[in-house]
Nanobody, 126 residues
Framework: QLQLVESGGGLVQPGGSLRLSCAASGLTTGYYAIGWFRQVPGKEREGVSCISASGGYTNYADSVKGRFTISRDNAKNTVYLQMNSLQPEDTAVYYC???????????????????WGQGTQVTVSS
């Protein structure tokens, strides 16, 4: 059973940066694509970014392109989301999720993801 734990959220001023981490345990993440999603109350969960199991393919939502960067360190079983130039509209609970079998591709939709973390709150406010 794969378990995911997010960390790194918090309160930041507009224009600031945060780095989220998604640490996995139970199984090696090297066989899983990892996605980052976010959700605000009353809205559907939104795909933010994802990275294939190989690390060679990444995808970003249009709203975060050029500001967020996803990376993975399979030796540490950890995936990171570097978030720069944060804006109030980035405020949400951020979740990481894992989908097995996506070695060279990843999906921005939550559908293929089997395992989910508990989420970490990101608040962007002055």
């Amino acid at each position: 059973q794969l378990q995911l734990v997010e960390s790194g959220g918090g309160l930041v001023q507009p224009g600031g940066s945060l780095r989220l981490s998604c640490a996995a345990s139970g199984l090696t993440t090297g066989y899983y694509a990892i996605g980052w999603f976010r959700q605000v109350p009353g809205k559907e969960r939104e795909g933010v970014s994802c990275i294939s199991a190989s690390g060679g393919y990444t995808n970003y939502a249009d709203s975060v392109k050029g500001r967020f960067t996803i990376s993975r360190d399979n030796a540490k079983n950890t995936v990171y989301l570097q978030m720069n130039s944060l804006q109030p509209e980035d405020t949400a609970v951020y979740y990481c999720a894992a989908a097995r079998g996506f070695e060279y591709y990843c999906s921005g939709s939550p559908d293929p993801y089997e395992y989910w973390g508990q989420g970490t709150q990101v608040t962007v406010s002055s």
